[in-house]
């Protein structure tokens, strides 16, 4: 089988099995939002409503009948693009909010990525470049510490010591109250700002961007370092490298133009492993912050126990999660044609 044909192959049976990778995390998800604790009416109107008007809303909501007809009508909803309505913003479509918060969430995701990238990348080239030296052992603690940290616990120390006691940054909001957000045709603040020419607009929108998206990036960049480092010392020592340099060829042009390309092709699939991490990270980050993303909408919904908006929200993350996976996969085998699926 021919090599294209095969892309062919794996690609058809990677979206046949997308609907059911979505299907199993939706499941997953109204199964164990209805074995936590807590009642989503209790939330609505408080432990000491009326039973009555309790058992009114309950009716109302479809939440007492079984939970097999809940799933039933659940999954037919879904199968027409309907993620339902939140029982915790008085009925709002879940895809309002979806639409509301998501930008807020992309634009802080895709910030972070470029931090990690960066730093990530930078550190693995030198830790790598420079090896058992103390770059190289100061490379590794950078790659495995800022992994391992709780991001919840870096993010609040962060907060506490550049925002708080220093006041370099904002600890909260993702734009200035005292001035207009900008209006554009992607709600991406940076973006909308530098399309209408409004640089102090772009420059508020970065000062407040800045924190958060450092505090999840040098979270992420570890897993950037760590790839590139083991990689770039494998490439470092073989065979092409050396053909290069007997050639005389300078060593930062090996460097740069032989050894690193090819250690980078693995950052590639690393970056779908990112998306995940990040869609996870997002969630502390933008309650520590404060940020309007889908995230802490995701947070406040889980504690007021409102069943639609989490299984929407997780459900749009999930569709976002298993595409990536996909298009990652696909440009890795054009990228690198040894790979075979």
């Known amino acids: 089988m021919s090599r294209s044909r095969a892309l062919r192959s794996y690609l058809v049976a990677r979206l046949l099995l997308a609907p059911l990778m979505i299907w199993t995390v939706t499941t997953a998800v109204f199964l164990l939002m209805r074995a936590t604790p807590g009642d989503p009416i209790d939330a609505?109107?408080?432990p000491k409503a009326p039973a009555?008007?309790?058992?009114?809303?309950?009716?109302?909501?479809?939440?007492?009948?079984?939970?097999w007809h809940q799933y039933t009508n659940y999954m037919k909803d879904l199968l027409n693009f309907d993620l339902g309505t939140s029982l915790s913003s008085r009925g709002e479509p879940v895809w309002n909010i979806i639409q509301q918060h998501f930008p807020a969430t992309l634009e802080l995701a895709l910030c972070s990525l470029t931090v990690a990238f960066v730093l990530g990348v930078t550190v693995g080239i030198i830790s790598a470049s420079k090896p058992d030296t103390s770059y190289d052992f100061w490379g590794r603690i950078f790659g495995i510490g800022t992994y391992a940290l709780p991001m919840f616990w870096v993010g609040m120390l962060f907060k506490l010591f550049f925002?708080?006691?220093?006041?370099?940054?904002?600890?909260?909001t993702r734009f200035s109250t005292r001035l207009s957000a900008p209006q554009g045709p992607t709600s991406l603040y940076t973006v909308d700002s530098l399309l209408a020419g409004d640089f102090q607009s772009f420059g508020v929108a970065i000062y407040h961007l800045a924190l958060p998206s450092l505090t999840l990036g040098i979270f992420l960049s570890g897993i950037f370092e760590r790839i590139v480092r083991v990689n770039l010392k494998q490439s470092l020592t073989a065979d092409y490298v050396e053909a290069a340099r007997a050639r005389g060829i300078p060593e930062w042009r090996i460097l740069v133009f032989h050894a690193l390309r090819n250690a980078l092709i693995p950052v590639i699939t690393v970056l779908g492993l990112t998306i995940s991490a990040m869609m996870g990270g997002s969630?502390?980050?933008?309650?520590?912050f404060s940020w309007p993303g889908l995230g802490?909408?995701?947070y406040d919904a889980i504690s007021l126990r409102d069943y639609p908006?989490?299984?929407?929200?997780?459900?749009?993350?999930?569709?976002i999660t298993v595409m990536s996976s996909i298009v990652i996969d696909i440009v890795n085998a054009y990228v690198?044609?040894?790979?075979r699926y």
């Open 296 to 298: 802490n909408r995701l």
């Open 283 to 288: 969630v502390l980050t933008e309650v520590t």
């Open 309 to 319: 908006t989490v299984q929407g929200i997780i459900v749009f993350v999930s569709v």
């Open 44 to 46: 609505i109107l408080g």
């Open 52 to 67: 009555a008007q309790k058992l009114a809303i309950r009716s109302q909501l479809g939440l007492d009948q079984p939970l």
């Open 163 to 172: 925002a708080v006691q220093l006041g370099w940054f904002p600890d909260s």
């Open 336 to 339: 690198d044609p040894r790979i």
